[in-house]
C-alpha cells in the first residue's frame, strides 16, 4: 500500500463515496477510510431519496425501492391528512447495496480503499499533512496534500482542522422490516406527537416490500428506545405488523442547525453531516451529500491544480446558508412546541387550502440543497449565486 495521496477522505457514508469518485475521476490520487469493516452495517439513514436527487443524479435503478406519491400526515390524536402529489415524489434507498455499488465505482475509478481503519489525528509537515490511522491494535502514518471530514455529525476531522463544528442535533432511531401489511399503495406516514417525537416526528416509510418504523426528537427530551416501542403499539390500528420481521435496526444523529459556516480551509474541508449539510425543518441529508460532495471534488480539484487558496472561498456555508433561513425559523418554532393540541391545532389549520398548499410544500416542494451553478468560477471571491427554487 502507497502512504502518500493528493486526497483522503474519512468516511464513506453517501458523501465520502460520491466525493472520492469525482475526485479520482478528476486524476486525484485518493484513500477513502471507514472505520467500518463492510458497508452495509450500521447505516445512518432511512434512505428517502426525494425527486430532485433522482433526477439530478445517476442512482442505480436496482438500489431503490418503488415510487412513491402519497403521504399520510398524523395528528397527535391520529386524524390523518392525505396528501397526493402528481409527481413520483420519493423512493427508499437499498442503502447497504446502494454503499456496496457506489464503492464499486470509486475502486473502478481508482480509489485506494482502506476499510476497518479509524481517523485518529493529523499533523502538518512540509506542507503535507501527515495523518494516524488506526486498524485494530495498527496505528499507520500516511502523509496527504488535503483532508476531507466526510465522518458525519459529529466530526472529528471538524475539530482537528478547527473548522466548525455542528452543535444542534436531534437523533433517529428505527426498525426496518419485511412483512408488514399496509392497505393502498406505498407511501409515507408522518406522526406529529411532541411526546413520543418532540421537536421531529415518528415515521412509517413503506413501499410495498421494505417498511421504515422510525421516531426522531431531541435527546434532551425523549428516550428513543421506548419511545420507538411505544411507536410500534401506537400504530397497530393502522399498520399490521404480527408478521413482520425485524431485518435491521439503524440510528445516529443528525444535525439540525443548518449548514456550517466555516467548513474550508487550507489544509481540508468538510462535507455531508459534517458540514452541517441537513435540511433543518425535513431533516433530509441525502440531497445535500451528493450536491455539496460534487461541489466540493470540483474546489479541491483546482485548488491542488492551481495551489491558489482563493479557490477554497467560494467553498463556504455562508453561501448556501441563507438559502435556509425560512426553515431554520420553522425548526426553531418545531424545537419550542410541547403541546399536543397546539399541534393539533395546526394539523386541522392544515386542512384549510392556504394551509395545505404549505404542507404540500413542505413535502413536494423542490426546494433541496442549493445546486451550485456549473459555471461558477471559485478563483474569484466568493461569488453569490442566484439560488431561486
Ligand atoms: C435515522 C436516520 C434517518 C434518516 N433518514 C433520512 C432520509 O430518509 N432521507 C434523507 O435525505 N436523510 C435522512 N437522514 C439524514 C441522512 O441520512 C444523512 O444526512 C446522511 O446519510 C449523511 O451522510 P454522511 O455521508 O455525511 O454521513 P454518514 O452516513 O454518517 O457516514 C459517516 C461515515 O464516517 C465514518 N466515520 C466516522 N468517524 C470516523 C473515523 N474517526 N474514522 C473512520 N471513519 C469514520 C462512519 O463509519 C460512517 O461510515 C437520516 C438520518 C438518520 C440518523
Redesign the pocket.
Known amino acids: 500500500m502507497r502512504t502518500s495521496y493528493d486526497v483522503t477522505i ?8 460520491q466525493c472520492a469518485r469525482l475526485l479520482a475521476q478528476n486524476g486525484l490520487n485518493v484513500l477513502l ?4 469493516n463492510t ?1 452495509d452495517q ?9 425527486r430532485r ?1 433522482l433526477v439530478d443524479f445517476d442512482i442505480p435503478n436496482d438500489c431503490l425501492g418503488e415510487l412513491i406519491k402519497h403521504v399520510s400526515l398524523y395528528s397527535p390524536a391520529l386524524r390523518p391528512l392525505e396528501l397526493v402529489s402528481r409527481h413520483d415524489e420519493f423512493r ?1 434507498g437499498r442503502m447497504g447495496q446502494l454503499y456496496q455499488r457506489y464503492l464499486q465505482q470509486c475502486l473502478h475509478a481508482g480509489v485506494h480503499w482502506l476499510p476497518q ?4 489525528s493529523h499533523s502538518e509537515a512540509n506542507g503535507n499533512l501527515k495523518l494516524r ?1 488506526s486498524s485494530g491494535s495498527l496505528t499507520r502514518s500516511i502523509t496527504t496534500r488535503y483532508l476531507i471530514g ?8 471538524a475539530r482537528d482542522l478547527k473548522l466548525e463544528q455542528n452543535s444542534e442535533w436531534i ?4 426498525s426496518v422490516l419485511h412483512g408488514a401489511v399496509l392497505d393502498g399503495p406505498p407511501r409515507l406516514l408522518c406522526f406529529l406527537d411532541p411526546k413520543l417525537a418532540p421537536g421531529y416526528i415518528a415515521w412509517i ?1 413503506y413501499d410495498g416490500e421494505e417498511t ?1 418504523l ?1 421516531v ?1 426528537g431531541y435527546p434532551s427530551l425523549f428516550d428513543p428506545i421506548p419511545a420507538l416501542q411505544n411507536f410500534r403499539s401506537r400504530v397497530a390500528g393502522i399498520i399490521d405488523l404480527r408478521n413482520a420481521k425485524q431485518i435491521e435496526s ?6 439540525v442547525g443548518g449548514v456550517l459556516k466555516n467548513i474550508a480551509n487550507a489544509t481540508g474541508l468538510l ?5 452541517g ?3 433543518p425543518l ?8 451528493m450536491r455539496l460532495s460534487a461541489f466540493a471534488a470540483r474546489v479541491v480539484t483546482d485548488y491542488l491544480s492551481t495551489g491558489d487558496a482563493q479557490t477554497l472561498r467560494s467553498y463556504s456555508g455562508e453561501l448556501f446558508r441563507s438559502r435556509f433561513a425560512s426553515r431554520l425559523w420553522a425548526r426553531r418554532i418545531a424545537a419550542t412546541v410541547r403541546q399536543p393540541q397546539l399541534l393539533e391545532l395546526g394539523c386541522a389549520m392544515l386542512r384549510l387550502p392556504v394551509f395545505s398548499r404549505l404542507a404540500n410544500h413542505v413535502f413536494f416542494g423542490r426546494g433541496s440543497f442549493p445546486d451550485v451553478p456549473a459555471d461558477i468560477d471559485s478563483r474569484k471571491p466568493a461569488p453569490l449565486p442566484d439560488w431561486t427554487c
Open positions: 474519512i468516511g464513506a457514508g453517501l458523501a465520502g463515496l477510510v471507514d472505520r467500518k458497508l450500521k447505516i445512518h439513514t432511512t434512505g428517502i431519496f426525494v436527487t427508499i481503519t479509524s481517523y485518529l490511522l466526510a465522518d458525519g455529525a459529529r466530526s472529528r476531522v437523533v433517529g432511531v428505527e416509510a421504515h422510525g426522531g439503524r440510528a445516529g444523529f443528525i444535525p462535507i455531508g453531516d459534517a458540514a449539510a441537513v435540511s425535513t431533516a433530509g441529508g441525502l440531497d445535500p451529500c
